[in-house]
Every structure is written in C-alpha cells, then in structure tokens.
C-alpha cells in the first residue's frame, strides 16, 4: 500500500541542535541494531519505520554490520527508502558507520582509511542512496593513527559520501584528539554516539565536559539499557524479549533481583510522574540538554508510540532526580 506520510508528523516531535553546527536532530531518534535484519519479519521493520517517521522522527541510524545478516538492515532500509521513504530524503538524517568485522580479511574491521572507504561505498549500495547525512568510525582503533582514521573521514566528505561525521564509543581523550584533528582538516567533528543510561553514566566521567567545550553533540545510544530500563522484565523474561534471544548482547544473567528492584523502584516513581519507566528512562537521559538524541531500539510499533511520548514530561523536579539517585545505589 502506498505509503503517504503524517500531515502532522513535525507536531509534537521536539528538535535540538546538535552542538554548534547548523543540524537538528529528533529529541529521539530510531536505531536499527536489532529487528529489521534479513531473519526478522519485514512488514514488522517497515511499519515500525513508517510510525516513527509519523511522529517526527527523523533520524535513522545504521551501520555496515545490522542485520543478522550483516549489511541486512541496510538492505531493508534501502528497500523501505524506495518503496516508502523516497519523497521523503531531504526530510531524513540517515546515518552509517563502519568499525566492527564485515567482512573476512586484514581490510574488513577497524579504522584504516582502506576499510572505512570501502565499506561506506558497500553502504551506500545497499541503501541506494548517493550520500549519508552522518558517517560514523564506530569504534577507536589503537593499531591506526588517529590522523588516519579522521582523515578517511575528512575525504569522505570531500567526496560527497556524507555531509557530516561522527565517531562512536571513543573516551574523552581520544575524542579531545579526534577533535583537533578534524578542525586541522576543516571537517569539524559533528557528534559522538556513546552508550548512557541511568545504570550506564560513563560518559559523566569527562567525554560529556569535552564535547560541550568543543560544541559536539551527542546521541545516547541504549537508553533503554536494551529494555532492562522498561517494566517488561518486572515479572519475568517475556518469551519474545531480546533477553529471551538467542545471539543478542542482552544476556538473560543480566536480568538480577537487584536489576528488578531498582527497576521497581524507579516504575514507581514513573507512574508518580504520569509515565512509565521507558518513557522516564528517555527523559532522565535528555535531562539538561546535555544528550541531543536519544537513540531507541523497538521491537514493536507500539513502543515508539509509547517512546515518543515521553517528551510530553521531560521535566524533573530537584526530589525526583535525589531519588534516581538513591535508588541507582541500591
Ligand atoms: N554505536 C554503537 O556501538 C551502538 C551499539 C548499540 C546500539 N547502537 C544504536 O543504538 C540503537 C538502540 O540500541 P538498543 O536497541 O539497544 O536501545 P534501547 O532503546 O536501549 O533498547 C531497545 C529495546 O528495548 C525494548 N523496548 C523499547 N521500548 C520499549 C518499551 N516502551 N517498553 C518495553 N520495552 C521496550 C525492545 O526490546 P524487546 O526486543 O525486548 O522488545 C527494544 O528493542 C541501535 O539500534 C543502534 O542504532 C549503537
């Protein structure tokens, strides 16, 4: 069925600025890590895709390995991008990255300008699409100069390939690095993606001081600690939880008494403030201003539903934020 975009979809959708450049990114933004592979239900992927795009979401984030298969995701999103989204590309962010293993050989994984080049050519095949808005190096890789892997960034913007650049995972020295590196190129560093949520705050530790010194942006990747941060697993792992999969990097072990009285605690609290925990999961990582996007997974059409209303409270009180506080230590 031909697919006609939401009249109202920039309604209620909230827009921050990415640090200092002239970009806005969704408050919160749509990965596509798990289920919309090769081996998960297409129909499932593309409505999920079309709600999210609905209610303002603009941005999806890719890269080279989603699947399972790998480069799978690509493939579906290059499939929706025709059959759906084609009319719709100037209103997208659409973002790849390339760091982890894709394919076999010395050229398949890590962050010298061979792979990086190459695999955002694969990419862009995949996707049928000319450029990406964001090219990520998806991980730091300590056996290639830094200057090589910003560089291979720097010239795929030179090329046309992608319009800004972002980098994935790297610690607050390294990005401090990586930022000086590309402002000597002239292709200023655009944004970080690092994982953060409440029972994951790393990135306090000094990556957050170094990229609103250098004007970068952020997006939080696993705010929902993959639905650790939700109340599904309250009364046991549902058989259709990415814990209750197998190949995931959500281990069921994970999921402890002392996770799930956190967990209960902090639901509490959620339904005080008129939400549920996902949805105060989201709001406490965009407390502040200091995160640009939050960065979701779903499964179902209905969690983003749910994810994106959670911008309808983004506010905590001084006594709500103690009490995340206590209960994280618990
Ligand atoms: N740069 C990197 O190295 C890196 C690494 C990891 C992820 N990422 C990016 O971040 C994106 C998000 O990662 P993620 O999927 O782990 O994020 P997440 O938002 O923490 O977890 C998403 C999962 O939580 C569950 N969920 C979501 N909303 C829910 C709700 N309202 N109620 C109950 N359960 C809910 C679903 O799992 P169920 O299957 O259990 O329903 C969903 O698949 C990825 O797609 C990718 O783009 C980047």
């Not at 982890?100 to 694969?122: F, N, R, T, V």
């Not at 390294?174 to 292709?187: D, H, P, R, S, Y």
């Not at 639901?267 to 640009?292: I, Y």
């Amino acid at each position: 069925m031909t697919y006609y975009a939401n009249k109202d979809r920039y309604r209620d959708m909230k827009y921050n600025r990415v640090g200092n450049s002239g970009l806005l990114l969704p408050a919160i933004s749509l990965g596509l890590w798990h289920n919309f592979g090769g081996v998960d239900p297409y129909e499932n992927g593309r409505a999920m895709l079309r709600k999210a795009f609905d209610l303002g979401i603009t941005h999806f984030d890719l890269a080279n390995n989603y699947g399972p298969p790998p480069g799978s995701a690509e493939e579906m999103f290059g499939k929706i991008m025709k059959t759906d989204f084609a009319p719709y590309r100037d209103e997208m962010v659409i973002s790849t990255k390339a760091g982890y293993h894709m394919w076999d050989g010395p050229y398949g994984e890590w962050g010298s300008k061979k792979y990086l080049i190459a695999s955002l050519d694969q990419s862009l095949k995949r996707m049928g699409l000319d450029y990406v808005d964001v090219f990520y190096s998806h991980r730091p890789d300590p056996n290639t100069p830094l200057e090589e892997t910003m560089g291979a960034l720097d010239q795929i913007v030179r090329q046309g390939k992608a319009l800004y650049v972002g980098i994935s995972s790297y610690d607050a020295v390294q990005t401090a690095e990586a930022v000086k590196i590309l402002n000597n190129l002239g292709t200023p560093l655009l944004i970080h993606q690092p994982s953060y949520s409440m029972f994951n705050r790393w990135i306090e530790d000094g990556l957050q001081d170094v990229l609103s010194e250098n004007g970068v942006g952020s997006i939080a990747f696993c705010p929902l600690e993959q639905g650790l941060l939700t109340n599904k697993y309250i009364s046991g792992i549902p058989s259709d939880s990415r814990a209750a999969k197998a190949n995931t990097y959500l281990d069921k072990d994970r999921v402890t008494d002392q996770v799930l009285n956190r967990v209960s605690l902090l639901n509490e609290l959620a339904v005080e403030r008129g939400q549920n925990l996902a949805q105060m999961a989201l709001a406490w990582v965009l407390r502040e201003g200091r995160v640009t996007s939050a960065l979701i997974g779903a499964s179902k059409v209905s969690q983003i539903e749910e994810n994106v209303a959670a911008l309808n409270n983004l506010e905590f009180t001084a006594e709500e934020l103690a009490r995340i506080e206590e209960i994280l230590k618990k």
